[in-house]
């Protein structure tokens, strides 16, 4: 159960950073990462309330870095 939890945490962040950087649209990243973790759920992965309350903190916390890479990265190419 705590490897999961540690999953919890980091992917679905990781997950939002990246789909971000491939889109250039922190929103899009979000959708894609809340439609995979949608997906796992419904096959039976996300066992607890725990974990969605994991998988949801984590999702904010991929979109705040998204948000801040995107605005780096903005100001680079200015």
Do not use: C
């Not at 973790?37 to 039976?44: D, L, Q, V």
């Not at 309350?53 to 998204?66: E, F, H, K, Q, R």
Request: no cysteine.
């Amino acid at each position: 159960m705590v490897d999961k939890m540690i999953l919890a945490l980091l992917i679905p962040a990781l997950l939002v950073v990246l789909f971000s950087r491939v889109t250039y649209n922190q929103f899009v990243g979000l959708v894609l990462t809340v439609a995979l973790i949608a997906a796992s759920a419904y096959k039976g992965y996300t066992h607890t309330w725990e974990l969605i309350i994991i998988d949801a903190a984590s999702l904010t916390a991929g979109l705040w870095l998204s948000n801040r890479m995107m605005k780096q990265l903005k100001l680079k190419l200015n």
